[in-house]
């Protein structure tokens, strides 16, 4: 076997960003708020249809939650269903002017 060439990046932190997106900040944060969504339902050993029942707030939002098809939510929709499961959510928010291009990716 051959040992070939390779270039190691490393990522930004933000996969989004990291590709070029240019939603990347709020892609990254439905990405971290659905993650503790998914987090909450495995600890609680909740299916979709109990986050249901427990929340009021429909399975099939858990189900696109879960899929990661995050798409139709808003960010203060993500943090709303947390309060629903009864979570406290804190956000630190970090600004600092954008580089012409702050893609490790990019060429």
Do not use: C, W
Not at 42 to 61: C, F, M, P, W
Not at 62 to 74: P, W
């Amino acid at each position: 076997m051959s040992e070939e060439q390779f270039e190691l990046v490393q990522g930004s932190g933000n996969v989004y960003r990291d590709f070029g997106d240019v939603d990347a900040d709020v892609r990254q944060a439905k990405a971290l708020l659905a993650a503790e969504i998914i987090k909450v339902l495995e600890k609680e050993d909740l299916s979709t249809r109990d986050a249901q029942v427990r929340t009021g707030i429909n399975h099939s939002e858990f189900v696109q939650i879960r899929s990661a098809n995050l798409g139709r939510f808003t960010i203060d929709r993500l943090i709303s269903i947390l309060g629903r499961l009864n979570q406290q959510v804190e956000i630190t928010i970090t600004t600092h002017p954008r580089t012409t291009d702050s893609s490790p990716m990019a060429s």
